[in-house]
């Protein structure tokens, strides 16, 4: 059974480019978060989708834009990439189905590691 | 805004001891919490809920006290391998969104 799988594992871009982030969710589960991790701090939230809708944003600008297709991937898009985009880009999927809760255990997958030059 | 709060360390321990990590968070109304553990460059996985009094799963045991707003991890007879960044996390009330610490880091010694 995969996991969460994200690609790519590394990228490079240049500032003012745009860039576009994969991920597969774990097998099962319907709901997709991304989240941005700074050297030396914790993940913070920027976004979550279900039945490819966003559902909950977090304080990030409009810059940061998502999707979620039927089969629960989901793709993150940044555009105007500025240096301090540079980060660990860490997708979680999790799933609601039959439980009704709110965060039920989320599984991250491995993440992407964005540097903007 | 609602955060949480962790002593970033590292905390240096022997192989063998017990250490226990601390974690307040902001939001009272929050009613479940998480640890995670990193390890270098690599993702979060979860490591225990607590939901309510607190967790026990082996040489872990996480306290939650809703009175003072923190969240604690004990880890007894530490390995070697037990050596990584924990981080806690709020599951927020009302809200999908997970709020992290920014992580303690431990390094267990041999």
């Known amino acids: 059974d995969a996991g969460v799988t994200q690609s790519p594992t590394h990228l490079i871009k240049t500032r003012g480019q745009q860039v576009t982030l994969r991920c597969s969710p774990k097998s099962g589960h319907d709901t997709v978060s991304w989240y941005q991790q700074a050297l030396g701090q914790g993940p913070q939230f920027i976004f979550q989708y279900y039945e490819e809708e966003e559902r909950q944003r977090g304080n990030f600008p409009d810059r940061f834009s998502g999707h979620q297709f039927p089969n629960y991937s989901s793709e993150l898009n940044v555009n105007a990439l500025l240096l301090g985009d540079s980060a660990l880009y860490l997708c979680?999927?999790?799933?609601?189905?039959?439980?009704?809760?709110?965060?039920?255990?989320?599984?991250f997958g491995q993440g992407t590691r964005l540097t903007v030059v | 805004r609602k955060e949480v709060e962790q002593d970033p360390g590292p905390f240096n321990v022997p192989e063998g001891a017990t250490v226990a990590f601390n974690c307040t968070y902001s939001?009272?109304?929050?009613?479940?919490f998480f640890w995670y553990r990193q390890d270098c460059r690599k993702e979060p996985k979860l490591l225990m809920s607590v939901y309510s009094s607190g967790n026990e799963d082996g040489r872990f045991t996480a306290q939650l006290n809703r009175a003072s707003q923190y969240i604690s991890l004990l880890i007894r007879d530490s390995k070697l391998s037990d050596s990584a960044t924990y981080l806690c996390v709020d599951s927020g009330a009302g809200s999908y969104q997970l709020t992290f610490g920014k992580g303690t880091k431990l390094s267990v010694i041999p």
């Open positions: 939001n009272s109304a929050s009613q479940s």
């Open positions: 979680a999927s999790s799933s609601e189905r039959g439980t009704g809760a709110r965060n039920t255990e989320a599984f």
